[in-house]
């Protein structure tokens, strides 16, 4: 039997968190979803270093990113996926609070495969979280594999 991908998520407001992972429950995804709370620990998380050192081998069906995080933003975090020859190909959604264009506009100039607004009214956030679920970790086919 084919193991489930994991779904890795970045951000570091616990409210955030909490209404995140209530929404992909509530959507049913079989996905593990495995939380990390700044752009430094996403890259030790995907590069196998610090207290993921022993992580097992697997690449997530995609990466979830907040915009405003501490150590490492975001953008400065996607910049490094993306300069990887391992996770080139990676889906990246940004869910970010940030209606700038400019954010918009770097983030896809960087290569995001997405990018939603939180959506104020929790009804509004749940529908939101669960269709990014369920085309990132259900409907797409992504190039990255092990």
Do not use: H
């Amino acid at each position: 039997m084919e193991k489930i991908p994991v779904i890795l998520y970045a951000e570091d407001n616990l409210n955030d968190i909490e209404l995140t992972l209530a929404a992909f429950r509530e959507s049913n995804l079989a996905n593990q979803v495995d939380v990390v709370r700044d752009g430094e620990e996403v890259l030790d998380y995907l590069f196998y270093r610090g207290k993921y050192v022993n992580r097992e081998k697997s690449i997530p069906v995609f990466v979830l990113l907040d915009l405003k995080m501490p150590k490492l933003d975001g953008i400065e975090t996607l910049k490094k996926i993306r300069a990887s020859e391992e996770y080139r190909n990676l889906p990246v959604v940004m869910l970010t609070s940030s209606q700038m264009e400019s954010d918009v506009y770097k983030s896809y100039q960087l290569g995001v495969n997405g990018f939603v607004v939180k959506p104020i009214d929790f009804a509004d956030f749940v529908k939101a979280i669960k269709g990014i679920g369920y085309f990132w970790a259900i409907l797409n086919t992504s190039p990255c594999k092990l």
